[in-house]
């Protein structure tokens, strides 16, 4: 991240927290959008990806 951040400050973001990852893709994002995830299988960013999905987070169908 610190190589990103010198390339084009203001483009990364750092969460400690996953649920913190979620909340600000949920305040940022605008249907239709796509996002791709990329992380080691250590993370479980399906948890985010979950969360996002869901009914009552604006997914219509669950997926997006």
């Known amino acids: ?6 390339a084009g400050p203001g483009k990364v973001r750092h969460f400690p927290t996953k649920s913190g990852v ?7 994002l605008r249907s239709p959008c796509h996002v ?10 399906e948890t985010i990806i979950a969360e996002l ?3 009552e987070n604006g997914s ?3 997926t997006t």
């Open 22 to 28: 979620a909340d600000f893709l949920m305040e940022t």
């Open 53 to 55: 999905t869901t009914p």
């Open 1 to 6: 991240a610190d190589a990103a951040r010198k």
């Open 60 to 62: 219509e169908s669950g």
């Open 36 to 45: 791709l995830f990329k992380g080691s299988r250590g993370m479980a960013l």
